[in-house]
């Protein structure tokens, strides 16, 4: 699960229009229902605001009831496939209508002018699709032994990733993409992804899929970023070993 570039030579792309975008967050445990709550609450802070939220549900009936009752004003689909968090992300990439799609995870937190940031570089029709950085938001205080570069085992952006540009991958808890790319590849692969604890990266594949099918890049854009909540356990070595 690493940033990779693909080519540095080519110019920053120019200021994008104020494409329509849906975004789409996947969930399945009422435990974090606080964190989503703040996720939500950042997604309508933003300017331009997204044309819709979806929030999407892993089989668990009892939390779609809670989102519609507690989360007015977002819409609320139950994951239509195999539980899994790419079945998740699918249901909602198939629901919505908008040009762009953004892809995000239910314990983050976007920054002020995040989505005007991811919008920026599908100005130039060569970007299929745009990652944005993760900064880690510890639950405690965060490790001194941890070395920044090794941030990616909580799911943090890390230390000498790209300043900005084409890269091969990025991550689906912040994650754009061509909603048409998407369709034309059938969405994240349902037989290969995050489901309880297994986790495979899904979303690199889902990058290289779309790279080979459109020729077009993928663009790491770090001014796009988001917080992403790292419980206590995930601040102990043993997690990280």
Same mark, same amino acid.
């Given at each position: 699960?690493?940033?990779?570039?693909?080519?540095?030579?080519?110019?920053?792309?120019?200021?994008?229009? /104020?494409?329509?975008?849906?975004?789409?967050?996947?969930?399945?445990?009422?435990?974090?229902?606080?964190?989503?709550?703040? %996720?939500?609450?950042?997604?309508?802070?933003?300017?331009?605001?997204?044309?819709?939220?979806?929030?999407?549900?892993?089989?668990?009936?009892?939390?779609?009831?809670?989102?519609?009752?507690?989360? *007015?004003?977002?819409?609320?689909?139950?994951?239509?496939?195999?539980?899994?968090?790419?079945?998740?992300?699918? %249901?909602?990439?198939?629901?919505?209508?908008? =040009?762009?799609?953004?892809?995000?995870?239910?314990?983050? %937190?976007?920054? !002020?002018?995040?989505?005007?940031?991811?919008?920026?570089?599908?100005?130039?029709?060569?970007?299929?699709?745009?990652?944005?950085?993760?900064? =880690?938001?510890?639950?405690?205080?965060? *490790?001194?032994?941890? !070395?920044?570069?090794?941030?990616?085992?909580?799911?943090?952006?890390?230390?000498?990733?790209?300043?900005?540009? !084409?890269?091969?991958?990025?991550?689906?808890?912040?994650?754009?993409?061509?909603?048409?790319?998407?369709?034309?590849?059938?969405?994240? /692969?349902?037989?290969?992804?995050?489901?309880?604890?297994?986790?495979?990266?899904?979303?690199?594949?889902?990058?290289?899929?779309?790279?080979?099918?459109?020729?077009?890049?993928?663009?790491?854009?770090?001014?796009?970023?988001?917080?992403?909540?790292? !419980?206590?356990?995930?601040?102990?070595?043993?997690?990280?070993?």
């Amino acid at each position: 699960m690493s940033f990779v570039p693909r080519r540095t030579d080519r110019p920053s792309p120019p200021q994008a229009d /104020r494409l329509p975008v849906s975004v789409v967050v996947p969930c399945h445990s009422e435990l974090r229902f606080g964190n989503l709550c703040d %996720t939500v609450a950042s997604l309508r802070a933003q300017e331009p605001a997204p044309t819709e939220i979806v929030v999407v549900v892993d089989h668990s009936p009892a939390l779609r009831e809670r989102i519609e009752r507690e989360l *007015p004003g977002v819409t609320v689909l139950a994951n239509r496939f195999t539980r899994g968090v790419s079945g998740t992300r699918n %249901t909602g990439g198939l629901h919505v209508v908008t =040009p762009l799609v953004v892809f995000v995870d239910d314990d983050i %937190t976007a920054e !002020p002018g995040w989505l005007a940031q991811m919008l920026v570089p599908f100005a130039d029709p060569d970007v299929v699709g745009v990652g944005g950085a993760i900064l =880690p938001r510890w639950e405690t205080a965060e *490790p001194i032994w941890l !070395p920044s570069e090794f941030l990616w085992v909580v799911g943090g952006s890390y230390r000498d990733m790209p300043t900005g540009g !084409p890269v091969r991958n990025v991550w689906s808890a912040n994650l754009a993409v061509r909603r048409d790319a998407f369709l034309a590849v059938g969405g994240f /692969r349902t037989d290969f992804g995050k489901v309880g604890d297994r986790s495979r990266p899904e979303d690199t594949e889902f990058c290289l899929r779309i790279s080979r099918a459109t020729g077009k890049d993928w663009w790491y854009a770090p001014n796009a970023a988001v917080w992403h909540a790292v !419980p206590a356990g995930r601040a102990d070595f043993r997690y990280f070993l």
